[in-house]
């Protein structure tokens, strides 16, 4: 098992041990953002998944497709069942020279004008696994919160 795996697998069990509810989280993101990666890095673990928790997957070698992620993404958070659910945004393929800095894309996808829940954006590469564990602590941190707030 990984290092990244055996990260997620403490996170599920960090998570388990505060909540009786069933868990979900969405991973979500333009074709060739890096989700099958990402997953790939996740998957070791076995995920019975009710409060949905939001991972969107972004290209940040991919500059042209900004704005379509943008609206990609508001059009999700508008989504009744989706109301207040944290927002985890990796900001992937931080390996390569030409990707653009994470604070440059939250500004580009104006997550600065989400006032109605939690969200993060996470350098990550889901080839190299680095910044996936950071992400993974987020969402278990936020939904752990969330839960001592219902």
Known sequence: MGEVQKGFFSVLQKLKGTTEQELRIVLLGLDNAGKTTLLKQLSSEDVNTI?????????STDKKRFEETGLELSELIDEENLKGVPVLIFANKQDLSTASPASEIAEGLNLHTLRDRAWQIQACSAFS???VQDGM???SNNIVNRKKAD
């Open 51 to 59: 409060t949905p928790t939001q991972i969107y997957v972004i290209d």
């Open 129 to 131: 696994g680095e910044g």
């Open 137 to 139: 602590n987020w969402i």
